[in-house]
């Protein structure tokens, strides 16, 4: 749900609330809404990362809310789309997703066990504001459309990164030990001392392929059927209840 309330816009909200309150008295009801609530993110973040607009869900939206009332696992009759540009779509985010997309690899920590805070901002690694002459034959323009990679963001509490400002990462580390999110913990560990543009793409191709992964585990996990073991739904019982009525086995 943290995850979610950073979606660009709420549409997410009308089916989260629909499910909640059709399927919240249901055996397993915990374990269902989870998988539900991974699929929504999945199918959400993909689409806006390809197509970053208000409406590219809207009407998805409302079949959606229409399905979640016939049954515990709707169906997401999404319309379909090209993921060939995906990957990169993901490396270079819309603004929009991107703290969406930081909550993501945030909780996937085994360390991080607890919601992160109320306060936080998206760090740059490597400083938006850097010395002319840190870079030898990179232009201006290609160091600004680096740092605004994937790669190259953290999840960062607020008073830690006005102390951090636009240091560099040698001097960065420092402050990221003393986070308590742990994905920002674990990078002042990094034996690197000058966060760079090849850290960078590095890190990335990393975030991508994790990602990737997860958003398709989730869906897969979805679908698969185990998820749709919850037994009959009241209207299923209702129907057997008459066929036993009528003698029927």
């Known amino acids: 749900l943290d995850i ?18 059709k399927h919240r008295s249901e055996e397993r009801f915990d374990q269902y809404f989870l998988r539900f609530l991974r699929k929504l993110i999945a199918e959400l973040l993909t689409r806006y990362l390809l197509a970053p607009t208000i409406n590219a869900v809207k009407s998805d939206i409302l079949k959606l809310n ?21 990957p990169s779509a993901i490396r270079i985010p819309n603004r929009n997703v991107v703290r969406m997309m930081l909550k993501i690899i945030a909780y996937q920590e ?11 901002e998206i760090e740059h690694i490597f400083p938006q504001k850097w010395r ?48 308590q999110i742990a994905v ?9 001392e000058e966060w760079g543009l090849d850290d960078i793409t590095e890190r990335d191709i990393h975030i991508s392929e994790k ?12 679908n698969s059927k185990e998820a749709s073991t919850s037994g009959p739904t009241p209207e299923q019982l209702e129907m057997i209840r008459r066929f036993r009525a009528n003698g029927w086995v």
């Open 66 to 86: 229409v399905a979640i009332v016939h049954a515990t696992q709707p169906d997401f009759n999404f319309k379909e789309m090209s993921m060939s540009a995906l």
């Open 184 to 192: 920002t913990k674990t990078l002042s560990q990094s034996s690197v």
């Open 132 to 179: 002319n002459n840190y870079f030898v034959d990179v232009s201006d323009e290609t160091v600004k459309e680096k740092i605004e990679h994937i790669g190259n963001k953290i999840p960062f509490e607020k008073r830690l990164n006005i102390v951090a400002g636009n240091g560099y990462f040698g001097k960065k580390k420092d402050m990221y030990k003393e986070s």
């Open 4 to 21: 979610l309330a950073s979606y660009p816009n709420e549409f997410w909200k009308y089916p989260v609330v629909i499910y909640y309150m």
């Open 211 to 222: 990602l990737l992964k997860l958003l398709e585990t989730w869906s897969t996990e979805y």
């Open 110 to 120: 085994p360390k991080q066990t607890a919601l992160l805070p109320e306060t936080w």
